[in-house]
T-cell receptor, first 116, second 112 residues
């Protein structure tokens, strides 16, 4: 398996533009997570899905952020409109057997977002 | 709210030394604890997973222990090598919220 695949790897956009980050979890994994990493705050959970259903979105910073998981093999994180403070590395992770937490989480390589 | 702390924040050791990284968490009602490695500009690589019922796990030169009741875990690296230089993160599943909560990491540099 190729692991968790994220695209794009790097994104530079102007303030006010819409940004869409994409994630393909490992085949067969039931749970998918979106994290944001910054120097100041470290790794923060934004939202996670179990069987394509959003379970906890309490980490989504504000209404400008939205996430979808239309099927088991694809998820998007959208920021509209983007702001410079959204600049960070966004990671997607997946785990097998959602609801059974005695499993490893596997992370993608991340998307480095820069909003200028 | 689960809080995870890692000490030290940074560590520099000469090659060949054995070293210990520390992780503590405030809510002991966890399902498991996972140690990750992150190289600069890269993603997270899982090193070890310790389930809540286990005391330790070993993989090669790495040994991780878990004392759930005291809210602590350690990652022991034997005979360190320059290739071990990276940031090491611990993360716990569970507590009052069923999610993976990360510590702030320990940045390790192993010098020649």
């Amino acid at each position: 398996d190729a692991g968790v695949i994220q695209s794009p790897r790097h994104e530079v956009t102007e303030m006010g533009q819409e940004v869409t980050l994409r994630c393909k979890p490992i085949s067969g994994h039931n749970s998918l997570f979106w994290y944001r990493q910054t120097m100041m705050r470290g790794l923060e959970l934004l939202i996670y899905f179990n069987n394509n259903v959003p379970i906890d979105d309490s980490g989504m910073p504000e209404d400008r952020f939205s996430a979808k998981m239309p099927n088991a093999s694809f998820s998007t994180l959208k920021i509209q409109p983007s702001e410079p403070r959204d600049s960070a590395v966004y990671f997607c992770a997946s785990t097998p057997q959602g609801g059974n937490w005695n499993t490893e989480a596997f992370f993608g390589q991340g998307t480095r977002l820069t909003v200028v | 709210k689960q809080e995870v702390t890692q000490i030290p924040a940074a560590l520099s050791v000469p090659e060949g030394e054995n070293l210990v990284l520390n992780c503590s968490f405030t809510d002991s009602a966890i399902y498991n604890l996972q140690w990750f490695r992150q190289d600069p500009g890269k993603g997270l690589t899982s090193l070890l997973l310790i389930q809540s019922s286990q005391r330790e796990q070993t993989s090669g030169r790495l040994n991780a222990s878990l004392d759930k009741s005291s809210g602590r875990s350690t990652l022991y690296i034997a005979a360190s090598q320059p290739g071990d230089s990276a940031t090491y993160l611990c993360a716990v599943w569970g507590g009052t919220a069923s999610k993976l909560t990360f510590g702030t990491g320990t940045r390790l540099q192993v010098t020649l």
